[in-house]
């Protein structure tokens, strides 16, 4: 049974730095996709950052440059670096996860399962 759950959360300044935490159990990430996703009350989840199971990374253009995804397969820990915060960052995080799929390694609709959130919250 596929468990995420995330920690990390809190909050920050504009400009400040935050990491978070995602441990996995019942996946593999060599054989999985993974990514962080966020959410503000009234919206669509938006995925942010993503990572496939061959480590190629992509991230969305609104925290391009600013986030960081990394995973740590020896211990099934996915990672977001979050620096140069600003108040639009503000948002429930997420991890999401999902089998890979052929041809296209991780589409939109790949992502089946997802842990319970941490808060974070920017001051301006």
């Known amino acids: 049974q596929v468990h995420l759950v995330e920690s990390g959360g809190g909050t920050a300044q504009s400009g400040g730095s935050l990491r978070l935490s995602c441990v996995a159990s019942g996946i593999t990430f060599s054989r999985n996709c993974m990514g962080w996703f966020r959410q503000t009350p009234g919206k669509d989840r938006e995925g942010v950052a993503f990572?496939?199971?061959?480590?190629?990374?992509d991230y969305a253009d609104s925290v391009k440059g600013r986030f960081t995804i990394s995973q740590d397969s020896t211990k099934n820990i996915l990672y977001l670096q979050m620096d140069s915060l600003k108040p639009e960052d503000t948002a429930i995080y997420s991890c999401?996860?999902?089998?890979?799929?052929?041809?296209?390694?991780?589409?939109?609709?790949?992502?089946?399962?997802w842990g319970q959130g941490t808060q974070v919250t920017v001051s301006s």
């Open positions: 999401g996860t999902g089998p890979r799929r052929y041809p296209v390694t991780c589409p939109s609709w790949a992502y089946m399962t």
């Open positions: 990572i496939d199971p061959d480590t190629n990374t």
